[in-house]
């Protein structure tokens, strides 16, 4: 049986760059970094409190980096969350908004994929 996911890929330019955002700005645990190919190396992250990982990784035929991802993080307290990550130089391409459904607001990456914050 399916016992959940095991991780997300997400597509990079520069997998230096990519990790030193995903770690020092998110606080991303790193948790593989090894080499894959002659190209590029198996970065598997760690969100602290999640079984759930996030690979950086760059795909020859597949996602580019720069759009929308399928990946939302969630976060007990968006509008702190958002606060905190400004303050790590982390940008925002919208600021969180409450629905009838919950908080959301959404950052950008170093290689302009976007992602979605929103309360659980």
């Known amino acids: 049986m399916i016992r959940g996911i095991k991780f997300a890929s997400v597509p990079v330019s520069d997998q230096d760059r990519a990790l030193a955002f995903y770690t020092e700005k998110l606080k991303f645990r790193l948790l593989t970094d090894q080499p894959f190919n002659d190209h590029q190396r198996w970065i598997e992250l760690g969100i ?3 079984d759930t990982r996030l690979v950086l990784f760059q795909f020859p035929n ?4 720069g759009s929308q991802m399928n990946v939302s993080f969630w976060s007990d307290d968006v509008e702190s969350t958002t606060r905190q990550l400004k303050e790590r130089g982390v940008e925002f391409t919208m600021e ?3 629905a009838d459904w919950g908080t959301a607001g959404m950052f950008k990456d170093p290689d ?4 979605l914050i929103s309360s659980k």
């Open 112 to 115: 302009g994929n976007l992602f």
């Open 48 to 50: 602290p409190g999640a």
């Open 96 to 98: 969180p908004k409450k």
């Open 62 to 65: 597949g996602p580019r980096p």
